[in-house]
């Protein structure tokens, strides 16, 4: 007789869902955003496939990975989603991710853009990436600082398989909603400035910032891509995340 395993209750994740897109909607029309402007990037760190599945039945189009391992592991049980890597990077995992995922959104030196640049060319593809900006200059976080970023976004676009689609940042945690946009409106216009001047013809059109308690404020300082992840799925519970051997 063939075991029959619980089905976990994923009920909650449609529920969050809703209470997100109204949010987001709500945001895009209060500071005359338009809607289908900002896209929503599921955060899945920790998250079992049964709760992610759920949330690409119910639309969910792009999910963001913190973790190679975990997300190697989980990627043959979900539903056709485009993947994202969120997470630091680093240089030995390359080979294991270049061509894994859509998008690399966590670039934050040339030596990794040359890891990735390598293995890129060994399997004959070009890799989307974001270039990470350290917003708020805290030694805790990656990322080059706001006064690198323009020499690091035209060094990037030199790589030839890789192709800069835009800016990621993780601003520092304020309950402040005056120094959220403050941070958010560094980045928005160091973006538009970057867009502006960047000397190889690359398509730049991304700035990834805002998650779940400031994406409002996010909205409003004009990113185009949440990356949202308690809000939907619950509290992370690192008891049942997936264990990463070390190589």
């Known amino acids: 007789m063939t075991e029959k395993w619980p089905v976990p ?124 900006v350290n917003v708020g200059g805290e030694e805790s976080k990656s990322g080059v600082s706001p006064e690198e970023a323009e020499e690091f976004c035209n060094e990037l676009s030199a790589f030839p398989a890789l192709n800069l689609r835009g800016l990621m940042t993780v601003p520092p945690i304020s309950d402040s909603e005056v120094k959220k946009r403050q941070y958010f409106s560094r980045m928005s216009q160091l973006f538009i400035d970057i867009q502006g001047k960047i000397r190889h013809n690359n398509t730049m059109n991304i700035l990834s910032m805002g998650m779940s308690d400031d994406y409002v404020e996010a909205i409003a300082e004009g990113s185009t891509m949440v990356r949202i992840g308690s809000a939907i799925f619950g509290k992370r519970d690192y008891s049942h995340s997936v264990s990463v051997p070390k190589l």
């Open 9 to 132: 209750d994923t009920a909650d994740v449609e529920a969050n869902l809703s209470r997100v897109r109204e949010r987001i909607a709500a945001a895009c029309a209060r500071y005359g955003r338009k809607e289908e402007d900002v896209t929503l990037l599921a955060v899945t760190k920790t998250v079992s496939a049964e709760r992610i599945n759920r949330a690409v039945s119910c639309g969910v189009t792009k999910i963001g990975e913190n973790r190679v391992q975990e997300y190697l592991q989980k990627q043959p049980l979900l539903l056709p989603v485009e993947a994202h890597l969120i997470g630091h990077l680093q240089t030995n995992k390359v080979g294991q991710i270049v061509g894994k995922v859509a998008m690399i959104q966590s670039v934050d030196s040339l030596h990794l853009a040359a890891a990735i640049q390598k293995a890129a060319e060994k399997i004959g593809v070009r890799v989307d990436i974001l270039a990470e």
